[in-house]
């Protein structure tokens, strides 16, 4: 490893498992001081197997994602990169979602980044700039399915959010962008979706297989990094080219 963050303190939310875990050990590994936090308690073994912080938080909520970024700065004494990757996707129809429902995917996805953001601000801008990075998705800004209705509406709404903050905060040193992951291989879909899901949607994808969570992770320590100190307000798309197809299929000569 080469470095990338050292002396750099990072504050990764929801990173119990799958792209969050991945993005926190990436980070550890390249000499960041990191905190992680999740609803989940499996954060505080995560914390433990890759030398981290762990913060226990509800970020959909403001006492919650406070009490992160508190935690983040007693453990290190500052805050200088941003992650907000807590993420919730039940599937249901549009018919079918309820109000509590839709409310608690945004307040979730959406409303937990406006939040984060807003918690990290003043402790970033005291020190002169940081980074922040929030995980959006192609579903949504770019594509859509059945039943992801308030996923997609959520997702989307992170890109418009990122653009205003890092037009506003820039004055503050401080860089705003986004991940738009594809169809990562995490825990996650290998439980909820299945084999199936997984053989229909690796198809899809030009390159003939899902995204690893370390590939998430590789493209999120760049936005974070100083080499990414001239881009704001921008997002990195990571799916392997499957939102390059016109139609459905991929048909490709022989060769």
Do not use: C
Request: hydrophobic share 45%.
């Amino acid at each position: 490893m080469t470095g990338r963050l050292n002396g750099k303190r990072a504050l990764v939310i929801g990173a119990a498992r799958g792209i969050g875990r991945a993005i926190a050990e990436r980070f550890v590994e390249e000499g960041a001081r990191v905190t992680i936090s999740d609803v989940s308690e499996a954060g505080a073994e995560t914390a433990k197997a890759i030398g981290a912080a762990f913060v226990a938080a509800d970020i959909a909520t403001e006492d919650g994602a406070n009490a992160t970024v508190e935690a983040a700065l007693a453990a290190h004494g500052g805050l200088d990169i941003l992650v907000q990757n807590a993420g919730i996707y039940p599937w249901t129809l549009i018919e079918d979602i309820s109000p509590a429902e839709w409310d608690a995917v945004l307040g979730v996805n959406l409303r937990g980044t406006f939040l984060a953001a807003k918690a990290a601000l003043a402790p970033m801008r005291a020190a002169g700039g940081g980074r922040m990075v929030f995980t959006s998705s192609i579903t949504g800004p770019r594509v859509t399915s059945p039943g992801h209705g308030h996923y997609s509406a959520s997702k989307a709404g992170i890109l418009g959010f990122v653009r205003s903050a890092a037009l506003e905060w820039a004055r503050y040193g401080i860089t705003v962008n986004a991940i738009e992951p594809g169809n990562i291989l995490t825990e996650g879909m290998e439980r909820e979706r299945g084999e199936a899901f997984i053989r229909e949607m690796s198809a899809s994808v030009p390159v003939g297989r899902l995204g690893t969570p370390r590939e998430i992770a590789h493209a999120t320590l760049f936005l974070a990094s100083d080499e990414a100190a001239y881009i704001t307000g921008t997002t990195i798309v990571i799916d392997g080219g499957q939102t390059l197809p016109e139609g459905g299929m991929i048909h490709m000569p022989a060769h």
